[in-house]
């Protein structure tokens, strides 16, 4: 059973002791970089270090597109810890998990909802994968014309065991535990749609599938999403929020239940080969399923 707030959710955990380690980089300095639409640029090499909002800790400037780039260091690493030790970015909120102003992003991750940050908060910490390939994981800060605040402080550190983070998933078989068929799905096609087992029928219990688009040309920038049909068991409420027994997530970030629609672009990660969706049904009977539309672009 995984969280969702209210249908979304990202991993947070409370500030553990490894955050008072000694970084073994210098906080991030920040490049001009216009040429590309981007106002800064930094490129974070080492295995663990800061990044820090333009200015900080002064107010950050307004109309501000920063993209910070967190090098995988090698092969073993799987992702990056996410230690936010300051953020004070004012931002409209919408609905309860969508910074609409300022924030800082996890550029990869959708439901986006579930990867924005902007208000106040510390001692927080947040677990993202590397995509299959990945060479880094992009961060983008972004702030308007509507306000300013002292903006962000946030170590990383690399991670080789992610295995709490869905980062190798085995596809079940069709039915689960049947036969030599996996619930296991590799996409090249420009477009087309991906589907639950069986859909409009409903779905097998204890399941788990993968559905794997491929980066057939390195300038696809990621792939445009849109539900046609999206119905599967509703959260269960939690002193914690909603709760998603069956659920459609990328890896890492946020997970979907219930009957809903959504439109996103879940992007490639720098040097990414691919990029993994992951469908999970529990013991119970299931609903109908999605069926969820997609298309391979080049500008996102």
């Known amino acids: 059973m995984r969280s969702t707030v209210p249908l979304v959710a990202s991993f947070i955990?409370?500030?553990?002791?490894?955050?008072?380690?000694?970084?073994?980089?210098?906080?991030?300095?920040?490049?001009?970089?216009?040429?590309?639409?981007?106002?800064?640029?930094?490129?974070?090499?080492?295995?663990?270090?800061?990044?820090?909002?333009?200015?900080?800790?002064?107010d950050?400037?307004?109309?501000?597109?920063?993209?910070?780039?967190?090098?995988?260091?090698?092969?073993?690493?799987?992702?990056?810890?996410?230690?936010?030790?300051?953020?004070?970015?004012?931002g409209s909120i919408?609905?309860?998990?969508?910074?609409?102003?300022d924030y800082i992003s996890v550029e990869s991750c959708v439901p986006e909802g579930g990867a924005r940050f902007c208000g106040n908060e510390s001692?927080?910490?947040?677990?993202?994968?590397?995509?299959?390939?990945?060479?880094?994981?992009?961060?983008a800060f972004h702030s308007d014309s509507s306000g300013n605040g002292r903006g962000f402080r946030i170590r990383y550190k690399m991670v080789e065991d992610c295995s709490s983070y869905f980062f190798d998933i085995q596809p079940s078989g069709i039915p689960p535990n049947v036969g030599s068929a996996t619930c296991f799905t590799r996409i090249s096609e420009a477009s087309g749609t991906i589907n639950t087992p069986y859909h409009?029928?409903?779905?097998?219990?204890?399941?788990?599938?993968?559905?794997?688009?491929?980066?057939?040309?390195?300038?696809?920038?990621?792939v445009r999403m849109k539900t046609i049909k999206f119905d599967l068991q509703?959260?269960?409420?939690?002193?914690?929020?909603?709760?998603?027994?069956?659920?459609f997530h990328m890896p890492s970030c946020g997970f979907l239940c219930g009957k809903m629609e959504f439109s996103w672009f879940a992007r490639y990660q720098p040097g990414a080969t691919s990029l993994e969706f992951h469908f999970h049904s529990?013991?119970?009977?299931g609903l109908s399923g999605f069926l969820i539309s997609f298309e391979q672009v080049y500008n996102c």
Not at 127 to 138: D, V
């Open 13 to 58: 955990c409370i500030l553990i002791g490894e955050c008072t380690a000694q970084l073994k980089t210098d906080a991030v300095k920040i490049k001009t970089n216009s040429s590309k639409g981007i106002s800064c640029y930094s490129r974070l090499e080492g295995e663990e270090g800061v990044l820090e909002s333009p200015n900080y800790p002064s």
């Open 60 to 90: 950050y400037p307004s109309n501000q597109d920063c993209n910070y780039d967190i090098v995988r260091t090698s092969s073993s690493v799987c992702g990056i810890r996410l230690y936010i030790e300051d953020l004070n970015i004012p």
């Open 94 to 101: 919408k609905g309860g998990d969508v910074c609409l102003n």
């Open 123 to 139: 001692a927080i910490s947040h677990h993202y994968n590397f995509q299959p390939g990945a060479t880094a994981i992009r961060l």
């Open 200 to 222: 409009p029928k409903n779905y097998p219990e204890n399941l788990d599938c993968v559905y794997q688009f491929v980066r057939t040309n390195p300038n696809l920038c990621g």
């Open 234 to 247: 509703s959260p269960m409420d939690t002193p914690f929020g909603g709760a998603c027994s069956d659920f």
């Open 282 to 285: 529990d013991e119970s009977t």
